[in-house]
């Protein structure tokens, strides 16, 4: 670096740095140009395979790497930029008719918080209530359920396969019909793995083709492990872009299942949660041996319950569960818990305001989701039947979690956001030291202005001024939206994406708008407007055209 700077050149992390942003300005002035090409809203398939077909021929010049060949194209396919600003955007870069529009200010008035509302149900109990009903043709209501775009996507593709599901307001019905089929369609299973599995699981059972498309997260995903393990199901998985380990995909299935198959730890625990929701509908005995499941104990405590409630036929062994076809019967209000993940950030709001929090509702059964709660237990939450509170006369002044390992992101961005809080509040707070090395976790930290010093203690830090922080996931989102309650003067934080929120859980910025008090609101009907009658006086007089010989026959 010293050289460098005594021979008058630029550093290299300077050069870099440029170099990035023009590659920034290319990205940006070809999605303008990709906007042009879209027809209502979609990339017709010939351009988008021209395009495809010339980068990989390009890359391939230059680099052996696939993921720069598949994966790096599909982001460039997928990514979105702000529109310039009116004044001054050149024709090459604007979007005609378009606004910039700035990002949320994470602003709540510091009261004491006073919440208390009905907790949005499970999204996968909900998800695999309704697969269920609709796989015996039963009618089944579930409310208030997370109406999120994940769950519009599963209902729709419900639909396309047969079963009478509807949403409405905050419930999801599922009439009375045929019971689920198989047939030949296009299913398109949005950015949930869940929608995909439930989808591919009731296809592998039957005779059956399917094609199923998704959203960036599913196009960018790894299933190479599912597409080699499927042969022992008697089917295959056909990726239709060339290079590619994600969606789209084609199933063929031959529905001869093998009496059982014996999955390894490379398979995802939602896949064989499916699978075992979607056995009692297969034509002959179905087992699953998880022997070499590390995670056997989450996924049959996730599963079973269900199974049991509805009457379908098993038998369970030290390893492996064995299910009989059944004719399933779906209880007319099945128990559904709470949404762990959400419930929890609505329960730390008075730690970082003070106040209360009530949710009707009761925690899930899970292991994943029991370790959660021993996580809120610790400061302070408490559970009663039906009823989960959280009550601080004032802000939480102390949380020392540095023992804690947590398991999955939604963890990791819970504890880091009360510690976070506790830390702006003055408290004393602590967080597993690894903290400082997760890139998530550590960048969260430098927004909100907070750092992890060596011994695991929080300590204040310079936050940037006048950044709007993009949020890599729902749950880092929330953690922003809550670690905001605490922040220092009377500017609010600003976060760059709240649509990743609202993809999640829609009306969380209106409750997050409302507080202290904030209130469920449903939408209203709108009245029908009656038609004014009107009389039109014209001088104009109509005359009627000739009627010809040739009109007369």
């Known amino acids: 670096m010293d050289k460098e700077q005594k021979s008058g050149r630029k550093p290299l992390r300077a050069v870099i740095s440029e170099i990035d942003q023009e590659i920034l300005r290319l990205l940006v002035r070809r999605s303008n140009l990709l906007a042009k090409l879209r027809e209502n809203g979609r990339l017709p398939a010939s351009e988008e ?5 010339a980068w990989q021929n390009d890359v391939a010049r230059v680099s052996r790497d696939p993921g720069l060949s598949g994966r790096f194209f599909t ?20 979007v005609p008719g378009s606004q910039r529009r700035d990002a949320f200010n994470l602003a709540p008035p510091k009261k004491p918080a006073d919440i208390a509302l009905a907790a949005p149900l499970s999204g996968w109990q909900t998800r695999m209530w309704l697969y269920l009903a609709a796989q015996a043709g039963q009618e089944l209501r579930l409310a208030p359920c997370l109406q999120n775009d994940g769950l519009v996507d599963y209902v729709k593709g419900l639909a396309q396969m047969g079963a009478a599901v509807t949403r409405e307001d905050d419930a ?30 009731q296809y592998l059972g039957r005779h059956s083709r399917v094609k199923i498309t998704g959203d960036a997260v599913l196009q960018l995903a790894d299933y190479t492990g599912l597409k080699h393990f499927l042969p022992a199901l008697g089917a295959r998985m056909i990726n239709i872009v060339p290079r590619s380990a994600g969606l789209p995909v084609r199933i063929e299935s031959s529905g001869a299942l093998p009496p059982g198959i014996r999955p390894g730890p490379e398979l995802q625990a939602g896949f064989i949660e499916a699978l075992l929701l979607a056995a009692p509908g297969y034509s002959a005995p179905f087992a699953i041996d998880l022997s070499l499941r590390p995670d056997r104990e989450a996924i049959l405590a996730r599963a079973l319950p269900l199974l049991e409630a509805s009457g379908a036929i098993f038998s369970l062994s030290e390893a492996a569960i064995s299910l009989e076809p059944s004719s399933l019967v779906i209880p007319s209000k099945p128990e559904l ?36 709660w021993e996580t809120a237990a610790r400061f302070g939450f408490t559970a009663k039947p039906g009823l989960l509170e959280a009550s601080f006369a004032q802000p939480a002044q102390n949380f020392a979690c540095a023992d804690f390992q947590p398991e999955t992101e939604w963890q990791t961005a819970f504890l880091t956001a009360v510690a976070t809080c506790v830390c702006l509040n003055g408290g004393a ?93 449903k939408p209203q009907p709108k009245a029908p407007e009656k038609a004014q009658r009107r009389r039109i006086i014209t001088n104009a007089v109509a005359t009627p055209p000739e009627i010809r010989d040739e009109d007369l026959y």
């Open 172 to 201: 999801i019905l599922c009439r009375s019909a045929s019971p689920l089929g198989a047939p030949d369609k296009v299913l398109h299973a949005g950015g949930s793995e869940l929608n995909f599995y439930v989808f591919l699981a």
């Open 49 to 53: 395979k021209f395009l495809r077909e």
């Open 337 to 372: 818990g709470v949404e762990p993940e959400l419930a929890a950030f609505l329960l730390a709001f008075p730690a970082a305001l003070g106040g209360k929090t009530t949710l009707n509702g009761h925690w899930p059964d899970w292991p994943k989701a029991a370790l959660f």
């Open 429 to 521: 707070a602590s967080l597993p030291a690894q903290f400082q090395e997760s890139g998530n976790a550590a960048d969260f930290m430098r927004i909100a202005g907070v750092a992890l010093l060596k011994d695991g203690k929080l300590a204040r830090a310079e936050s940037p001024a006048g950044l709007a922080w993009n949020a890599p996931s729902p749950a880092w989102a929330l953690a922003l939206a809550l670690a905001a309650c605490c922040r220092k003067g009377q500017s609010g934080w600003a976060l760059g994406n709240p649509g990743i929120m609202t993809e999640l859980w829609p009306p969380f910025w209106s409750l997050y708008n409302g507080l202290p008090e904030p209130k469920m609101k």
């Open 75 to 94: 982001l460039m396919q997928q990514v979105s930029f702000l529109p310039r600003p009116k004044d001054g955007a050149s024709e090459a870069d604007s």
